[in-house]
């Protein structure tokens, strides 16, 4: 949770930001490709993207009614409350992605790992 | 693979074809990226000289994005049937036409419609992937990818940097300017350089109308519910009434994509746990960097009397969004941690990170 004007603790944030949604990305592309057939790899990463653009409207979205939240005059600084609610709701989505790529990384290693099993009796 | 410049043409000659044909796709999608994030250091600025509120102004970041994710799946359908060297054309015509609306705005609507407008860029992504294929020999391939996704981080670093100082010494409407003159010229490259890139097979898929409209209305009445909360109230009638219809449409457009012959979207995928968990974490990246993107200038350029304000400037605020895209260079590092903690351990690790810096 960022604390109120501080320039290297915004930048700290960024930096976390960047790199983490760099390794979700990554991630997620991973998870996909493993998941569909391979001769339908293209049209499954398109679809990666869509959702990385409803993610982003809808964030940018929220943000937006949350910070407008009690204010409604244009020129009044939004309040620091305002910003706590945006990184609350940041904190609780990156909470749900973690719960579920959890779920969805270790089911695709089960599968993984018995598929190689059966190969192996085979 | 189907090679559209000729194998017999001599080397150097093939070489430089192959090359244009990789810079005009390359540049297509870059010039697209630093769209996306060049008003992001100029919200505030463009909120104040338009006087709109802070949910009104999102729309200015939320247009570019909305309309691609309704586009793209109908385009790479539609790069199917058609042309992929008309078709990228074609949206490169649309998304100057926006970068042109834009520059020449003085109210929010028509602001927001240029948006729109530029967001059909982002289905140039799969249009440029599919031409490179169709192009480059299978030898060129991983050097057309790894310039490609250097271009896209690297455009959205270089849209940010830039975005700054023009907000801050001309009025935002010149950051327009520059990527319309851009995709003027590579529109021109790409009429004179790229070959036709013809479907492989003669195929006519049908298009899915129907759930593109169930899809955008889904979309656009949730997005529309979040920007009037603040007015109406998160509780009242006028909200709930549009999430309703928000979530009728998606519960629609799911049965129209389940019965569909050629659905837009093949939901029967995410039966597969790691495809619908990847889909998940694609969604939370999106959402995280588009909540910095919004709401850190809002709150870096706020007067050090609010107390929480650091007065930057949009230069400086250009500066402090740059470590957000970052994202290039995490894959190797992705790699390590799967081989050594595990597919599980390497999922959580990304939205772990992007946690702390909530």
Known sequence: MESAGSLPIVVASMLCAGFGSGVTITQAMNLMVMGVPDDR????????????????????????GLLSTASGDVSQAPEWNHFVYVFSMGLVICMIAMACAFVGGRSF???YANAKVERALR | MQHSIPDSQKTPDRRVALGACLAVTVGAVGVYKAIETLVSPALPIIQAELGATRSEITWVMTGVLLTGPLVTPLVSRLADIYDKRKLIMAIM??????????SMSASMHVLIIGQLLQGFGLSLVPLAFGIMKDTQP???????????????????????????????????????????????????????LLPPCPPKAKIRPSIDFKGLVLFAVALGS??????????????????????ALSGCSLLAFVWAELTHKDPLVELRVLRSLSVTAGLILMTAAGYSINSFFVSVPMQVQQSLSTGYGLGATATLTGLILVPGVLIGVAAPIVTLVERYAGLAAASIMGPLIMGIGF
């Not at chain 2, 015509?93 to 834009?102: C, E, K, P, Y």
């Not at chain 2, 998160?234 to 709930?240: A, Q, R, Y």
């Open chain 1, 41 to 64: 790899v293209g049209t499954f990463s398109g679809l990666n993207f869509v959702a990385k653009a409803v993610g982003a409207t809808t964030g940018a979205q929220v943000v937006g």
């Open chain 1, 109 to 111: 290693s089960k599968s």
């Open chain 2, 93 to 102: 015509m649309i998304v100057a036409i926006g970068t042109l609306v834009s």
């Open chain 2, 138 to 192: 299978a030898g060129f391939m991983k050097f057309g990818n790894s310039l490609m996704i250097s271009a896209i981080y690297g455009s959205t670093a270089v849209g940010m940097l830039v975005a700054g100082p023009i907000a801050d010494n001309y009025h935002y409407t010149y950051l327009f300017w520059a990527p319309f003159l851009m995709l003027l010229i590579l529109i021109c490259a790409a009429w004179k």
């Open chain 2, 222 to 243: 949730f997005l529309i519910g979040l920007t009037y909360a603040p007015e109406w109230g998160w509780g009242s009638t006028s909200f709930l009434s549009v999430c």
